[in-house]
């Protein structure tokens, strides 16, 4: 897809060289200008510090989990068949809480990319903004996003009006222009969820779910056995 992407773009430079000589172009490294934002740095503080409190919030669920089935098996042959099956039930009713509540907070579109895109947008829109600003002041025609999935094989940094934008933004310095830390500006670490696989999607910027036991459903006589 990508592939296909960059040779429609390539077509269309070509048809459309002749108006683009004639037209002011720039890039900007938006990936740098973020990193240079405090309110973007408190955004991903405050991500960080919710993903990990849902975290520990699956694991003592997990941990419920465990001490139902630890229990149902140190009592297992004390119970009658109708009271197997009545603990055999409290443990999958268990275990599917606590599936459903990781697909919640960390599955796709889940509480932890909404509050992403809540905590995160504001500072996106105003970078977006002084992007514009400096495009008009500069009577610039396209602006390329260096950090975006736009691959560019040379950058002449007369071209490069990233300091400007941190000057709309009023977070200029000395050091004009220094590349940004890849990687590290737009990406939030999501501690990995211990209660089990999901079949949903995890948030893109999120780590995956740690893979934990998954038992069948107990037959009439026996529940599942779990692997240790």
């Known amino acids: 897809m990508k592939k296909l992407h960059s040779l429609l773009l390539g077509a269309l430079l070509v048809l459309t060289a ?5 037209q002011k172009f720039g890039y900007v490294d938006s990936e740098f200008i ?3 934002m405090p309110a973007f740095a408190q955004a991903q503080q405050e991500l960080n510090t919710l993903s990990g409190t849902w975290q520990k919030e699956i694991e003592s669920q997990k941990k419920d989990l465990d001490k139902l089935y630890r229990n149902y098996q140190a009592e297992e042959v ?3 068949e109708p009271m197997k099956k009545k603990r055999q039930d409290e443990i999958l009713k268990k275990e599917q809480d606590v599936k459903a509540y990781q697909n919640k907070i960390f599955g796709y579109e889940g509480q932890l990319f909404k ?3 809540e905590l995160t947008k504001p500072v996106q829109d105003q970078v977006f903004e002084a992007i514009e600003k400096v495009a ?3 009577q610039l025609a396209i602006v390329f996003d260096k950090s975006g999935d736009l691959t560019m094989l040379y950058t002449n940094p007369t071209h490069d009006y ?3 934008v941190l000057e709309e933004l009023g977070l200029a310095s000395e050091d ?3 590349p940004g830390q890849k990687g590290a500006v737009r990406t939030v670490t999501t501690p990995n969820t211990p209660a089990g696989d ?3 999607a995890t948030d893109t910027d999120a780590a995956p779910a740690s893979k934990t036991r998954q038992p069948a459903r107990p037959t009439n006589t026996r529940p599942a056995g779990r692997k240790n």
Do not use: H, S
């Open 176 to 178: 004009r222009n220094q």
């Open 136 to 138: 008009k002041k500069k």
């Open 198 to 200: 999901t079949d949903a």
């Open 18 to 22: 002749p108006a683009a000589l004639a």
């Open 162 to 164: 990233t300091e400007f």
């Open 34 to 36: 973020m990193g240079k």
């Open 78 to 80: 004390l119970l009658t």
């Open 115 to 117: 509050k992403r895109q």
